[in-house]
């Protein structure tokens, strides 16, 4: 995550000029030793770039990167606000979750930290009037679109850089601010990031463990949460996630089957993914509730095509 002595110095270049390290340490009021160390951060991460001028003097300017682009929107549209200032990396993760109303205890049961510690990071923001809430819950009021754009865009980057740390070909289908669920394009970069223990295989190459072997036409998808289980649950949107068409809801009502996955268990977990009216019409299907004229959010398999799988794979 991007510190505020980071944020200070993309501030302070977003306009796109160069810069020399001892000017930055002027203007943001960060010592040149630690201002060396964050320019050689943002540097490997990709949001600057660097030229070497008379006497090997440095010159760093950002770069054409999706997190300068979101801040500099950012900036622009509520300039009123210093937000180099403003935000810590603690806020910027907690503002991940502002696009809906969300109580203080689901954010900070999904961070797995404190509600205390929700509270201090939502207090720059609630300190200037920039939250609506209703009851317990807070979001984020209608103009800081470009705020919650810049902190998805900052949780985006942070784990497509540590996939591609290990595995280059990774592309990031889904996250928040501690989990993501990626693909990637390789066997080799699938053998790297099996035999890293924070990842785990998912979606459709998980159904093997469960009995259900299905053949991939790719390499399979991965999940990153580290010191957290997989559970049946996160398969199924894991799979939707990656694949909404009509077999995959198929190979995912199957599952459920299968493992008699709870409604309400699943259905708390699709929160996360957007895919409780998804979850809702596959139950439906699954318990003979669907009716011709019903409109629903995704295409399900008839009946008979759905017996012949279960039977296909012998599920009761």
């Known amino acids: 995550m991007i510190s505020k002595a980071g944020l200070a110095v993309i501030d302070a270049l977003s306009t796109g000029r160069e810069a020399t390290p001892d000017d930055l340490a002027t203007e943001t ?37 999706p997190v300068i682009e979101s ?33 203080v205890s689901e954010i ?19 300190n200037r009037a920039m939250l609506s809430s209703s009851g317990p819950e807070y979001a984020g009021s209608e103009d800081l679109a470009p705020l919650l754009a810049f902190a998805q865009a900052i949780v985006t980057h942070e784990h497509r850089s540590r996939a591609r740390e290990i595995a280059p070909s990774a592309t990031v289908e ?3 601010p501690k989990r993501a669920l990626v693909r990637v394009q390789t066997a080799a970069d699938t053998d790297a990031l099996l035999e890293t223990p924070d990842w785990q295989v998912t979606g459709l190459g998980r159904f093997e463990e469960y009995g259900l072997q299905f053949f991939l036409a790719g390499e399979p998808a ?10 049946p649950s996160e398969v199924v949107c894991h799979t939707l996630v990656l694949d909404s068409g009509s077999r ?35 139950y439906q299907a ?3 509730r669907v009716k011709d004229s019903d409109e629903l959010p995704v295409v399900l398999p008839s009946e008979s095509e759905f017996t012949a799988l279960k039977e296909q794979y012998g599920v009761a």
């Open 174 to 176: 889904w996250c928040d």
């Open 108 to 126: 900070a049961e999904r961070l797995a930290i404190t509600r205390q510690g929700v509270h201090k990071a939502l207090s720059p923001l609630k």
């Open 248 to 282: 995959r809801v198929s190979y995912a009502m199957l599952l459920i089957e299968a493992l008699d996955i709870d409604q309400e268990t699943l259905t708390d977990t699709a929160t996360w993914y957007d895919l409780k009216p998804t979850v809702a019409a596959m």
């Open 29 to 65: 009021g960060y010592s040149q030793t630690h201002i060396y160390a964050v320019l050689d951060d943002l540097l490997d991460a990709g949001l600057l770039v660097e030229r070497r001028g008379p006497n090997n003097q440095r010159y760093v300017r950002v770069a054409d990167h």
């Open 222 to 231: 991965f999940w990153y949460a580290p010191d957290e289980g997989l559970t």
């Open 286 to 288: 699954l318990q003979g």
């Open 71 to 103: 801040y500099r929107t950012l900036r622009t549209e509520l300039s009123h606000v210093d937000w180099a200032e403003l935000l810590s990396p603690a806020t910027l993760r907690v503002c991940w979750f502002l696009d809906e109303p969300r109580r």
